[in-house]
């Protein structure tokens, strides 16, 4: 407003006047005896009447008006202003919050009469680039820098996407400080080798000290020689430096403003950066690295992210909901894993619910936080909670078949809008995650002998989908239609097969191998011992978790033992191989 009154782009009534800002804290700040605040507020009051209306009065935090200097049955500020706003006399704008608005000023009826208030909506995208920029002029000058117009963009549209407690262009114009003051920070930093000099020229002004000290006047005229060498030296590398600052590009771009989004919510840089088709192309090649066999699982999920991704989603929707069914140890719970290692770049990004903890009809309050007059009410939800501070994640609901119906209700909005309302009434979002359910419903009819196994790759793959339909069926028994609606897709797993299990020796010994790394040490199981060690680990019920405590109780065991007693030392490659149906341990240096 004051602005647009110096430029003469307001209306005549508006020409002229000055915009004078109110510092209430600074109108309090020493008021010591009683009267004197009033006589400040009424000297204040006299002022802006005198003026005849050339001053509009901006109050910001207009909230801290009420009750302000009222201690000890003084006339708070507020009051003293109504009668000034009631007759005209006073022309004044605040600025205040809704929640301030309803809890301090609507509940003085007359005060509110006073003010009309103008609702201020967030701007869109466009409007954002607009403001951002006409505000970067001031923070190019403060940082001695130069925003690039993809920056703008970048900050306007990843602020929106990736930053969801916060409102535009608040954050938005944070991002662009930040990535400014960053660019600025690199330009500046002192080079190693100037550095390296300061040291030594500090280290030999010590040294000049001592010797002087001593009266050793011979050795102080040597150190001080060199400190002169050591100066020449950082007044030429100086000046190198300053031409080579001079050269340096001072333009901020969309990469340093990713970099920023990047340490404020966690997503890797490169994750945003990558276009959707370079991250998500070679998906089914990724996760295969993990998980073995489950060729229809992998594809179904990675189409369905591909198509989120790739924009056709609905904007507020989750970027995949699944349901994966299948036996115990055929890993469902391993592909949610390795998602979340291959779209985080971190396993430890998945937020698990074990759904075997929430049986109880109260527990749902576990997910969004106890009631208001509940214990834990301050503690918040245990899903809500960590998906606000990470809203980039894989979530896994394990077991989901064990959890109370009720919990199933609080999971439809989030699976179809993508949004759940905690406690608190703060709306957590949910589109940047990705949700996958697992249950061992129908397991029994995966398992069943005979089932799945034909002599024909066309009749196992018809028997497969005779096995899929009758689990499907199974699901839509225990889990009510509009759960099932929300989901993208319903995942149906397979019983591992031999060669599936030969495949996941394979990467269990190699998963051996990187903890020996750490250690120092390294193992190498020879092909016939894999070998034993699949077939005796096989089981179409049990699925590859017999195989794992197969391995600890043959292979690794007997190496912890070996470690403990000295047999196997620092640096040693321990070699597995098959003697007599046994399994046989070697070292080599």
Avoid at 125 to 145: N, P, V
């Amino acid at each position: 407003l004051a602005q647009r009154i110096v430029n003469a782009e307001v209306p005549d009534t508006l020409m002229g006047k000055k915009v004078k800002v109110l510092e209430m804290s600074e109108l309090i700040a020493g008021a010591k005896m009683r009267g004197e605040f009033e006589e400040r507020m009424k000297a204040l009051k006299d002022e802006i009447i005198a003026a005849q209306g050339n001053i509009i009065l901006f109050i910001d935090e207009l909230h801290t008006i009420v009750s302000a200097g009222a201690g000890a049955g003084g006339v708070d500020a507020s009051n003293m202003l109504k009668s000034a706003l009631s007759k005209g006399q006073l022309q004044c704008i605040g600025a205040t919050t809704l929640d301030e608005y309803k809890k301090h000023i609507e509940e003085d009826k007359a005060l509110s009469r006073r003010f009309q208030p103008v609702l201020v909506q967030e701007p869109s995208i466009e409007g954002t680039i607009k403001i951002l920029d006409g505000l970067k002029s001031r923070y190019e000058k403060h940082h001695a820098i130069q925003f690039k117009d993809e920056a703008l963009d970048t900050a306007a549209k990843l602020s929106e996407k990736h930053i969801s407690d916060r409102a535009l262009p608040d954050k938005a114009v944070d991002l662009l400080d930040e990535a400014g003051a960053q660019k600025h920070l690199a330009l500046i930093n002192v080079p190693t080798h100037i550095r390296e000099l300061e040291n030594e020229k500090n280290r030999l002004a010590a040294k000049q000290k001592e010797e002087f000290e001593q009266q050793n006047f011979q050795a102080v005229a040597a150190v001080r020689q060199e400190i002169i060498t050591i100066d020449n030296k950082l007044e030429k590398e100086r000046e190198d430096w300053k031409k080579t600052l001079a050269e340096m590009d001072k333009n901020v771009t969309a990469e340093d403003v990713a970099n920023i989004v990047a340490e404020w919510t966690g997503i890797p840089v490169n994750k945003i950066q990558e276009t959707e088709q370079d991250k998500l192309t070679h998906m089914e090649s990724n996760l295969h690295k993990r998980v073995i066999g489950q060729d229809n699982a992998i594809i179904a999920i990675s189409n369905a992210i591909r198509r989120n991704r790739s924009g056709l989603k609905e904007k507020d929707k989750p970027t995949g909901t699944f349901l994966l069914l299948g036996p115990t140890g055929v890993g469902k719970t391993e592909l949610a894993k390795a998602l979340a290692e291959f779209l985080l770049d971190d396993e430890n990004r998945l937020i698990r619910l074990d759904m075997s903890e929430y049986m109880e009809k109260h527990s749902v309050s576990k997910i969004i936080g106890s009631p208001p007059g509940y214990v834990g009410y301050d503690e918040g939800g245990q899903l809500t909670e960590k998906v606000r501070r990470h809203p980039y994640s894989v979530i896994l609901l394990d077991e989901l078949e064990k959890a109370h119906p009720d919990v199933f209700n609080i999971l439809l909005q989030l699976l179809d809008d993508g949004r759940l309302t905690d406690a608190h009434g703060r709306i957590t979002s949910f589109k940047n995650a990705i949700i996958i359910g697992t249950s061992n419903i129908g397991s029994k009819s995966i398992s069943e002998p005979n089932k799945g196994i034909g002599f024909a790759k066309t009749e196992i793959t018809k028997q497969f989908e005779v096995i899929k339909s009758l689990v499907i069926n199974e699901a839509k028994k225990l889990f009510k239609p509009e759960f099932l609606n929300r989901l993208d897709d319903l995942i149906v797993f397979h019983t591992l097969t031999k060669e599936n299990i030969r495949a996941i020796a394979d990467l269990m010994i190699q998963n051996l191998n990187k903890r020996l790394n750490d250690k120092n040490l390294s193992i190498s199981v020879n092909s016939k011992a894999i070998d034993k060690l699949a077939e005796d680990g096989y089981s179409e019920i049990y699925g590859a978790r017999p195989l794992k405590r197969l391995i600890e109780n043959e292979i690794e065991n007997p190496i912890s033992m070996k470690i403990l007693t000295g047999d196997f030392k620092f640096g040693d490659q321990i070699n597995v191989s098959l003697k007599g149906g046994k399994y046989h341990f070697s070292t080599k240096k």
